[in-house]
T-cell receptor, first 109, second 113 residues
Framework: AQRVTQPEKLLSVFKGAPVELKCNYS??????LFWYVQYSRQRLQLLLR??SRESIKGFTADLNKGETSFHLKKPFAQEEDSAMYYC???????????FGQGTELSVKP | DGGITQSPKYLFRKEGQNVTLSCEQN?????MYWYRQDPGQGLRLIYY???????QKGDIAEGYSVSREKKESFPLTVTSAQKNPTAFYLC????????????FGSGTRLTVV
């Protein structure tokens, strides 16, 4: 069965500290993986896709097929990074996304 | 201004009533989706549609119904059969395949009173 697991409900770090939001997935084929972010009072929006290998707002994520993980990382957290982050997987089922439970990131000054 | 619009923003329903949530997009996307967002449970797929006049059940379709008569519109009806309808509902759209990600609406918060 397809599944996305984000083990941390809440992650709290200080400004300037490194941050890693964990995401593990279960899928038998070659998945497409995404990170979405929801800032306070804003729409859920795409942060990055693994296939594009891009860095957005200083965040990167590497797909590790051996560990079935797609952790989101940023070397120096900023207060404006505080938000809800969702990891999502798309398999071969017509583009529908399976979302994880979400991790709330709180960056303290 | 291209985008996806959900209305209303807040909706109150009495027990036993059906209500319909609107979702309209002008992005020329073929695929549209309805998710339910509950604290601690992430987003769960209710229904999705990849083409006009066709739609499929998601993981939690019971108590919900949809239609897709136009490419731009994908309304969701929450019926009286839905046991726990109070939630935040999100609509999204994408080009076919979804590999470029979704565009989300701003959501509708439904409360049963």
């Amino acid at each position: 069965a397809q599944r996305v697991t984000q083990p941390e409900k809440l992650l709290s770090v200080f400004k300037g500290a490194p941050v890693e939001l964990k995401c593990n997935y279960s899928y038998s084929g070659s998945p497409e993986l995404f990170w979405y972010v929801q800032y306070s009072r804003q729409r859920l929006q795409l942060l990055l896709r693994h296939i594009s290998r891009e860095s957005i707002k200083g965040f990167t994520a590497d797909l590790n097929k051996g560990e079935t993980s797609f952790h989101l990382k940023k070397p120096f957290a900023q207060e404006e990074d505080s938000a809800m982050y969702y990891c999502a997987l798309s398999g071969n089922q017509g583009g529908k996304l399976i979302f994880g439970q979400g991790t709330e990131l709180s960056v303290k000054p | 201004d291209g985008g996806i619009t959900q209305s209303p923003k807040y909706l109150f329903r009495k027990e036993g009533q059906n209500v319909t949530l609107s979702c309209e997009q002008n992005l020329n996307h073929d695929a549209m989706y309805w998710y339910r967002q509950d604290p601690g449970q992430g987003l769960r797929l209710i229904y999705y549609s990849q083409i006009v006049n066709d739609f499929q059940k998601g993981d939690i379709a019971e108590g919900y119904s949809v239609s897709r008569e136009k490419k731009e519109s994908f309304p969701l009806t929450v019926t009286s059969a839905q046991k726990n309808p109070t939630a935040f509902y999100l609509c999204a759209s994408s080009i076919t395949g979804g590999d470029y990600g979704y565009t989300f609406g701003s959501g509708t918060r439904l409360t049963v009173v």
